[in-house]
């Protein structure tokens, strides 16, 4: 596990941008597993920029999201499709053929499941993964559970979630209260991670992700099993964790 230190927002978008940016330039036919929420958004607008300079080329590079919520269309304007659109797809030479997110419509779920997993399979599995990490310590939308849920499954999203979440909905009553996801296996199983945080709200969990007892309470805490896991965090976020384990962090400030 690598944790790089970022001493702002920026700079945490900036240097996790590079790193797939390199991706992307030593593999162009690289498979990218995308991520939606605050957190990636200053990573999206860094990598539009250097398309538009023309660093980046996206022409043959393929994308799986992670999740998506159950009942939206992609023209919804709170749907995953709708966000990874206008956020960054819209914005480069992709070709939508290329992109696969949950079916948010679909309401077969064995089915969606099965198609979603059959799709990351056919792609030959995933390159490299950029994850946020929630407050509660999901990632994709595998919540805290009693076991580790593997494969796309659909999810019950738990109450901190949804309130989380419903900064994005005009009420609390309008946020799905169900969502497709990749499974904790599919994840691992990304050749490399890359998970971001930031914010003082997030440090806690951060630090018990990372550095606390493996457990599926913890979705994220898995994470600390994969053998290329890299975190880009900003100062705020890194803040437990740079009490504890400073020589964990590089570049950290020694204060
Ligand atoms: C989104 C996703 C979620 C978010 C997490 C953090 O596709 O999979 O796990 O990464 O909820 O969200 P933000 O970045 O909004 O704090």
């Known amino acids: 596990m690598k944790i790089i230190y970022a001493n702002d927002y920026q700079t945490m978008s900036r240097k996790a941008a590079n790193i797939l940016s390199a991706q992307v330039i030593l593999n162009p036919k690289s498979v990218l597993g995308l991520a939606t929420g605050s957190t990636p958004l200053g990573i999206y607008q860094q990598l539009i920029e250097w398309y538009r300079k023309g660093d980046i080329d996206f022409s043959q ?117 169900h969502a497709y996801t990749m499974g904790i296996k599919s994840i691992m199983q990304a050749k490399k991670i890359l998970l971001i945080a930031s914010g003082e709200s997030k440090a806690e969990i951060l630090y018990q992700a990372l550095f606390g007892p493996i457990s599926p309470q913890v979705p994220a805490s898995i994470l600390q099993l994969h053998n290329d896991l890299i975190v880009v965090a900003d100062e705020g976020a890194l803040s437990v964790i740079a009490q504890r384990y400073p020589h964990c962090i590089e570049q950290h400030p020694i204060k």
């Open 61 to 177: 590079v393929k994308t799986v999201n992670l999740d998506e919520y159950c009942g939206l269309s992609p023209e919804n304007e709170q749907s995953y499709f709708y966000y990874m659109y206008h956020n960054f797809f819209k914005h480069i030479n992709i070709q939508l053929k290329n992109v696969h997110i949950p079916n948010g419509l679909e309401t077969d779920k064995e089915k969606e499941c099965r198609r979603y997993n059959y799709i990351i399979k056919s792609l030959g599995g995933i390159d490299l993964q950029l994850l946020g990490l929630g407050h509660n310590g999901h990632i994709g939308f595998n919540e805290p559970n009693e076991a580790f849920e593997k494969e796309t499954h659909c999810v019950k999203l738990a109450e901190e979630t949804i309130a989380a979440n419903s900064r994005f909905f005009s009420s609390l009553d309008e946020v799905p209260t």
